[in-house]
């Protein structure tokens, strides 16, 4: 058993270190047409304070400069790239030296595909995945579940999150619903008794979370966690246990936060979303 567990170790110390590379720091001024994204797209963002909002673009900006955003037989623009970064640090937020040691690069696909990466044929039924194998490093994202998990914000569902919990999952080398990252030295005993639980509901019929949670330990905790990061209010209402446990792992008081809030349009004479004090056409609209 201990050398089982020594190998393990060993793998994973591989497959971390094979991803290290020279981290680069953020050295130029986030992007205004990014910050316009974020404003008309994601409640998250506009949902935080000034300062946290800085935080927040420094973030994204610095998960873009180390991770490549790629299409796959679609184009993607800068839209698609700032909303997988938003995706990305949504669940990491309150964790200010966090970075993702075990992703080099999102593929984005344009809808559907199937478990060999393909986008045509009858058995097309994945929206996001985590790569293993040869594609260890890599995450895969349906360009619309992308965007429609920013369009609707109340259906507690959010593809790319979704993944992006996978990912954290992971970081222990097993993709298996115990996120040890982020437990900082918890049991992980109370956690598995309230999974069964839940899942025990679900498969009664007598839950509200989505019933794709139901279906294995690994998928419990990405889809509550979509829940907690779109309806955080109504999950600490109707699951206040199973809140409280998202809201230790993550370090966040989600249900603090007003998110449901209709996103902002831009239009030329609104104020600038800068800050500047300017109405928008005089400022970033003539960048």
């Not at 997988?84 to 595909?113: G, Q």
């Not at 593809?159 to 437990?183: C, N, Q, R, W, Y």
């Not at 800050?275 to 003539?286: N, V």
Request: hydrophobic residues 40%; charged residues 25%; glycine residues 4%.
């Amino acid at each position: 058993m201990v050398v089982i567990l020594i190998v393990a170790a060993l793998g994973f110390a591989i497959v971390y270190y094979k991803f290290q590379k020279p981290w680069k720091e953020v050295d130029t001024p986030f992007p205004k047409q990014w910050r316009l994204i974020l404003v008309e797209k994601v409640n998250f963002y506009n949902a935080l304070n000034s300062h946290e909002k800085s935080q927040f673009e420094h973030r994204v900006h610095e998960f873009l400069l180390n991770h490549r955003v790629t299409g796959v037989s679609v184009k993607i623009d800068e839209v698609d790239k700032v909303l997988c970064a938003a995706s990305a640090i949504i669940p990491i937020f309150r964790f200010p030296e966090w970075r993702y040691t075990n992703l080099v690069e999102v593929l984005i696909y344009p809808n559907h595909f199937d478990d060999q990466f393909n986008t045509e044929g009858e058995e097309r039924n994945i929206l996001g995945m985590v790569g293993t194998g040869y594609m260890e490093g890599k995450m895969i994202l349906s360009q619309m579940a992308l965007h429609k998990g920013f369009e609707n914000s109340t259906d507690k569902r959010n593809t790319a999150i979704h993944e992006f919990i996978h990912l954290i999952d992971k970081m222990d080398g097993t993709v298996d619903g115990i996120p040890s990252v982020l437990m900082q030295n918890q049991s992980s005993i109370p956690w598995l008794s309230l999974i069964h639980d839940k899942m025990d509901e679900i498969h009664k019929d007598k839950s509200d979370i989505d019933p794709y949670a139901g279906t294995s330990k690994s998928e419990f905790l990405p889809v509550v966690s979509e829940y907690f990061f779109e309806r955080p209010k109504l999950l600490a209402s109707k699951h206040p246990r199973l809140y409280e446990a998202l809201e230790a792992f993550f370090n966040h008081e989600m249900d603090k936060r007003s998110l449901q809030v209709k996103k902002h349009v831009i239009r030329r004479n609104s104020p600038c979303p800068c800050g500047s004090g300017e109405k928008f056409k005089h400022c970033c609209l003539d960048d």
